[in-house]
């Protein structure tokens, strides 16, 4: 079976996402875990390749969406999605909303965005967010199993399977974390 990268940062719709893939039958999920931005913090790709070139067949959010550059390389028939927010704004929001919340990982957050949980500097996040949209976007212009979609611009099962070569399940589309509006 082939395997889907999301690319895109956490708070973008990555558990939107992954709950999708499971229903079209990419199982074996790599979750966040410290210590695999551990790891690519202290740029241990061989360990983080092994994870890709394992068993598991999909991976999102953390440390997977800013290793994009090395898992095109590792696994180039893969497929690639950028799942993004509307704006910085509410990607920031969303963030800062999980932290109080839900008690992100410090340790996940520091690895990946080089600052304190407890000191966040909302316009160098913002530029992180954007910026890395911006480099995914440019990295991937041409390849031929990338795409980009916004959950809160109405993308859903039909652009997802399209892409995938998939047909769309019978069922709702597995909406998570939705904001209430």
Excluded at 23 to 52: H, M, W
Excluded at 150 to 176: A, I, Q, S, Y
Aim: net charge positive.
């Amino acid at each position: 079976m082939d395997k889907v990268f999301g690319v895109g940062l956490g708070k973008t719709g990555t558990k939107t996402l992954k709950h999708a893939l499971l229903d079209l039958g990419f199982d074996k999920y790599a979750k966040c875990k410290v210590k695999y931005t551990t790891a690519y913090k202290r740029e241990k790709k061989d360990y983080l390749k092994g994870i890709i070139l394992g068993s598991r067949i999909q991976f999102s959010d953390c440390p997977w969406a800013v290793m994009y550059k090395e898992i095109s390389e590792w696994y180039p028939d893969g497929y690639f999605i950028l799942t993004r927010r509307l704006n910085a704004d509410k990607w920031f929001a969303s963030n800062i909303k999980h932290i109080v919340s839900r008690g992100m990982s410090a340790v996940n957050f520091k690895n990946i965005f080089d600052m304190d949980i407890t000191d966040i500097d909302e316009e160098k996040l913002k530029k992180f967010y954007t910026d890395h949209n911006e480099n995914v976007r440019k990295h991937f212009k041409d390849h031929p199993r990338f795409i980009e979609i916004c959950w809160e611009d109405g993308d859903g099962w039909e652009k997802l399977c399209d892409f995938l070569n998939k047909p769309v399940p019978g069922k709702d589309f597995p909406w998570k974390n939705r904001s209430k509006k």
